[in-house]
């Protein structure tokens, strides 16, 4: 098990006042319930983000407080959910890191019902550490993109799956 250190746990709301926010917005196919279905099966996220190598649930699976440890490539970070709104909102805080490159990093889905499927919003936000906060603005195009691609791979999983 790595060295975690810990992270300055932020509340939900400070996502859209955070330092460094990347956001990524489809509207896809599946239904909320389809997509919360794969969303609230944490062991399914590495089939459909992928930079996520493997998700364990560390306590509650499926209510605010709940926690998980995620592997990220090289970096393990253990998340604590900040919101747990079937079918509408998921949400967390990083509340330690492997490899700490941040001070503060929340991540949140938001689903949206549309006549023709759901809307989908995944949203990071970042109090990076003086080094990492270049990398972050330089990356923030990339980031942006793998969060879109996990939409559309999640919208797969989830047609896939109902």
């Not at 990083?94 to 006549?115: C, F």
């Amino acid at each position: 098990m790595p060295d975690i250190k810990p992270l300055v746990e932020q509340p939900d709301s400070w996502i859209e006042d955070a330092p460094v926010r990347v956001r990524a917005e489809r509207t896809v196919s599946a239904t909320p319930a389809q997509l919360w279905a794969v969303i609230a099966d944490h062991e399914s996220w590495p089939r459909w983000f992928d930079s996520v190598k493997k998700v364990e649930v560390t306590g509650v699976s499926d209510a605010v407080d709940g926690t998980r440890r995620v592997t990220v490539g090289p970096v393990v970070l253990e998340e604590r959910f900040t919101r747990w709104e079937p079918e509408h909102v998921f949400a967390f805080a990083v509340t330690g890191m492997s490899h700490r490159l941040v001070k503060s990093l929340n991540e949140r889905l938001t689903l949206t019902a549309q006549e023709s499927g759901t809307t989908v919003v995944y949203e990071q936000a970042f109090d990076p550490k003086p080094v990492a906060g270049l990398f972050l603005k330089i990356a923030k195009g990339k980031l942006e993109g793998t969060l879109g691609d996990a939409i559309d791979k999640l919208a797969a999983e989830a047609s896939s799956n109902g």
